[in-house]
């Protein structure tokens, strides 16, 4: 390709094809082997040009094949561009940055530019810079960006800044967010937008500790926090239970004047919401008054805060207050403030109450949890017994409200210990059904009601089932197991299980060592219950009245009279009373064996003559 050589053609403008901005080039070129072929501008020279005669295009094929220089293809086409004077490098570099076929060559011109003393980069040139080294993701390029920055003595736009910082943040790359804040610190106003950026940034992520201690930078550098910056902090140390840091921040920040509606709202909230926590509801309702007073609008999360503040403190007027304020506003959407009035209502014992808050969850379209329902069905079974357990049941069921997984749990295990196994067969049948089959409180349950039934086959292909499905057995479904087979005197089986216990690393407790030396003393194998207790008690087991009725029988028959002292003694010792047919046992063992003296102590020690 032939170019004109007239002295009118010395002015050339380059057009870049995505936007309008013009860069003249007057000074004599030099060749640089990176810069592009200017095909792609040859319209524009020649409109810009004067007396120039159309640029003639010669037969390509007589031109040498480009040389692979790493480049894009497409960006080859630029291999014998000229380089411009030291102010217009600024302009060919956005240039390049605005089309997508030759931004990494941009990128590469910069790094060239900069050799140039006199070369200074624009705001908008790091912007551009900026953006393509966050989509490609080059860190190395970024942290050596931070030291033109200091260099130069320049920073990019606030926005760029920010939305640099938050996706450094993004990516966990903590050191170089701690160089660009650094950097920042020389433009307050950059700096300050920066900050904030990087904290909301940590809080997203949990990290709280981060938000503090950048915060903590800004007050050492002199930099003063805006209301926004206050908030990021003062949810941090909301999030690690500081109440009293989060109040003198709320302090400090109200000397100052606020123009955002929604910071100032957000501050009262997080401060609202940190004192609820910490159990100072009354001290949040105070401040939640002087928000609304402000005129600052409510929010339904401040309301919940507050009545679940009072509920956990059994303030049963001023939650139920708030809670009727919150629902004529409109207010009540969060499950958990209905959650914490059932719990208040319940220990109280005021049951009746619990079923006003269901009613009032369907007067705001809200679904009864399943926390609800359960918290709701244990109440009435603990307070009121288990008859009353059944009724509400139904009657919640009657109302169309849809049991979950914890409900069914708990009310299967209510119609096991009424003995109405066949009732708590069918929900667990239609638990199943509605895909709640993997509840190890409902199967262990089942299990046990039907070792008591004595259907101990069907046990066992429930726990086989429950293994299939991959619900792993726990200690109370063993110790169903070891108290069945051992009932029915299955020896074999209950040392299997033990062992199954010990293979799956199921750590036995005190009821499984029970139901162990219960067996074997039923089926008058003593040493082996011997063997089990000093298991026990080697690991630190502590004997209660089942473990130390059995223990006293198996001493008594086996006439081990010191080690039924000794197991008297550390029963009187633990506290642990007997009842009269063990007391009478101990006894006479004592009595039999001549031991005059420690069957008196028995007499003394257990109260009885």
């Given at each position: 390709?032939?170019?004109?050589?007239?002295?009118?053609?010395?002015?050339?403008?380059?057009?870049s094809?995505?936007?309008?901005?013009?860069?003249?080039?007057?000074?004599?070129?030099?060749?640089?082997?990176?810069?592009?072929?200017?095909?792609?501008?040859?319209?524009?020279?020649?409109?810009?040009?004067?007396?120039?005669?159309?640029?003639?295009?010669?037969?390509?094929?007589?031109?040498?094949?480009?040389?692979?220089?790493?480049?894009?293809?497409?960006?080859?086409?630029?291999?014998?561009?000229?380089?411009?004077?030291?102010?217009?490098?600024?302009?060919?570099?956005?240039?390049?940055?605005?089309?997508?076929?030759?931004?990494?060559?941009?990128?590469?011109?910069?790094?060239?530019?900069?050799?140039?003393?006199?070369?200074?980069?624009?705001?908008?040139?790091?912007?551009?810079?900026?953006?393509?080294?966050?989509?490609?993701?080059?860190?190395?390029?970024?942290?050596?960006?931070?030291?033109?920055?200091?260099?130069?003595?320049?920073?990019?736009?606030?926005?760029?800044?920010?939305?640099?910082?938050?996706?450094?943040?993004?990516?966990r790359?903590?050191?170089?967010?701690?160089?660009?804040?650094?950097?920042?610190?020389?433009?307050?106003?950059?700096?300050?937008?920066?900050?904030?950026?990087?904290?909301?940034?940590?809080n997203?992520?949990?990290?709280?500790?981060?938000?503090?201690?950048?915060?903590?930078?800004m007050?050492?550098?002199?930099?003063?926090?805006?209301?926004?910056?206050?908030?990021r902090?003062?949810?941090?140390?909301?999030?690690?239970?500081?109440?009293?840091?989060v109040?003198?921040l709320?302090?400090?920040?109200?000397?100052?004047?606020?123009?955002?509606?929604?910071?100032?709202?957000?501050?009262?909230?997080?401060?609202?919401?940190?004192?609820?926590?910490?159990?100072?509801?009354?001290?949040?309702?105070?401040?939640?008054?002087e928000?609304?007073?402000?005129?600052?609008?409510?929010?339904?999360?401040?309301?919940?805060?507050?009545?679940?503040?009072?509920?956990?403190?059994?303030?049963i007027?001023?939650?139920?207050?708030?809670?009727?304020?919150?629902?004529?506003?409109?207010?009540?959407?969060?499950?958990?403030?209905?959650?914490?009035?059932v719990?208040?209502?319940?220990?109280?014992?005021?049951?009746?109450?619990?079923?006003?808050?269901?009613?009032?969850?369907?007067?705001?379209?809200?679904?009864?949890?399943?926390?609800?329902?359960?918290?709701?069905?244990?109440?009435?079974?603990?307070?009121r017994?288990?008859?009353?357990?059944?009724?509400?049941?139904?009657?919640?069921?009657?109302?169309?409200?849809?049991?979950?997984q914890?409900?069914?749990?708990?009310?299967?295990?209510?119609?096991?210990?009424?003995?109405?196994?066949?009732?708590?067969?069918?929900?667990?049948?239609?638990?199943?059904?509605?895909?709640?089959?993997?509840?190890?409180?409902?199967?262990?349950?089942?299990?046990?009601?039907?070792g008591?039934?004595?259907?101990?086959?069907?046990?066992?292909?429930?726990?086989?089932?429950?293994k299939?499905?991959?619900?792993?057995?726990?200690?109370?479904?063993?110790?169903?197991?070891?108290?069945?087979?051992g009932?029915?005197?299955?020896?074999?089986?209950?040392?299997?299980?033990?062992?199954?216990?010990?293979?799956?690393?199921?750590?036995?407790?005190?009821?499984?060592y029970?139901?162990?030396?219960?067996?074997?003393?039923?089926?008058?194998?003593?040493?082996?219950?011997?063997?089990?207790?000093?298991?026990?008690?080697?690991?630190?087991?502590?004997?209660?009245?089942?473990?130390?009725?059995?223990?006293?029988?198996?001493?008594?028959?086996?006439?081990?009279?010191?080690?039924?002292?000794?197991?008297?003694?550390?029963?009187?010792?633990?506290?642990?009373?007997?009842?009269?047919?063990?007391?009478?046992?101990?006894?006479?063992?004592?009595?039999?064996?001549?031991?005059?003296?420690?069957?008196?102590?028995?007499?003394?020690?257990?109260?009885?003559?």
């Amino acid at each position: 390709m032939a170019l004109p050589s007239s002295p009118d053609c010395s002015l050339y403008t380059i057009v870049s094809a995505k936007t309008t901005h013009k860069h003249t080039l007057n000074s004599p070129f030099k060749s640089i082997p990176f810069l592009p072929h200017p095909w792609r501008y040859l319209g524009v020279f020649a409109a810009n040009s004067t007396g120039c005669p159309p640029p003639i295009i010669e037969d390509t094929s007589t031109e040498p094949p480009l040389v692979d220089n790493g480049l894009d293809p497409k960006s080859q086409d630029f291999q014998h561009f000229a380089e411009p004077n030291t102010e217009d490098s600024n302009g060919l570099i956005c240039t390049l940055f605005e089309d997508p076929q030759t931004e990494e060559l941009a990128h590469k011109y910069y790094e060239k530019a900069k050799e140039n003393p006199e070369f200074k980069p624009e705001k908008s040139t790091l912007k551009h810079l900026i953006k393509y080294l966050i989509r490609s993701k080059y860190w190395s390029s970024l942290l050596s960006m931070c030291e033109d920055l200091k260099s130069f003595q320049v920073l990019p736009d606030s926005f760029t800044c920010c939305r640099l910082i938050s996706f450094c943040v993004r990516a966990r790359k903590f050191k170089l967010v701690n160089t660009l804040l650094e950097v920042f610190k020389t433009d307050e106003e950059i700096a300050i937008m920066a900050f904030d950026s990087a904290m909301k940034g940590y809080n997203k992520l949990h990290m709280y500790s981060s938000t503090i201690v950048a915060y903590g930078l800004m007050k050492s550098s002199g930099i003063v926090p805006d209301p926004g910056c206050y908030f990021r902090v003062m949810e941090a140390y909301m999030k690690t239970g500081e109440s009293e840091r989060v109040l003198a921040l709320f302090e400090e920040v109200k000397t100052g004047r606020i123009d955002s509606l929604p910071i100032h709202k957000e501050i009262y909230r997080v401060l609202c919401l940190s004192l609820g926590k910490s159990g100072r509801a009354f001290e949040a309702l105070k401040f939640f008054r002087e928000m609304t007073n402000k005129g600052i609008p409510s929010d339904q999360s401040i309301y919940s805060s507050l009545i679940c503040s009072f509920a956990k403190i059994h303030e049963i007027k001023a939650a139920e207050e708030l809670f009727l304020e919150a629902e004529s506003k409109k207010m009540l959407r969060d499950p958990k403030a209905f959650l914490e009035l059932v719990l208040m209502y319940v220990e109280e014992g005021l049951l009746e109450k619990t079923m006003e808050i269901v009613a009032s969850m369907k007067r705001v379209k809200i679904r009864v949890s399943d926390c609800i329902f359960s918290a709701i069905i244990n109440g009435f079974s603990k307070k009121r017994g288990l008859g009353p357990a059944i009724k509400v049941y139904e009657d919640m069921i009657l109302q169309g409200h849809e049991p979950g997984q914890v409900t069914y749990a708990s009310i299967i295990s209510v119609y096991y210990r009424l003995g109405l196994y066949p009732k708590a067969e069918i929900l667990f049948s239609e638990m199943e059904k509605k895909g709640f089959d993997k509840c190890i409180v409902a199967y262990s349950t089942i299990v046990a009601m039907y070792g008591k039934a004595g259907k101990l086959g069907d046990a066992m292909r429930l726990v086989a089932k429950m293994k299939e499905k991959g619900c792993e057995p726990n200690v109370w479904i063993y110790n169903s197991l070891l108290d069945m087979h051992g009932r029915a005197l299955n020896l074999r089986q209950v040392e299997k299980t033990w062992k199954e216990m010990k293979r799956r690393k199921i750590m036995a407790d005190k009821v499984s060592y029970t139901s162990m030396i219960s067996a074997y003393s039923k089926a008058r194998e003593f040493e082996k219950c011997l063997k089990y207790y000093n298991e026990f008690r080697m690991n630190g087991g502590g004997i209660d009245r089942a473990m130390g009725g059995i223990m006293v029988g198996v001493f008594s028959k086996m006439s081990r009279v010191d080690e039924l002292v000794k197991l008297l003694q550390d029963m009187k010792m633990e506290g642990t009373r007997l009842d009269a047919r063990l007391y009478r046992s101990a006894f006479n063992a004592l009595r039999d064996a001549g031991m005059q003296v420690q069957a008196k102590w028995l007499q003394q020690s257990f109260g009885m003559a």
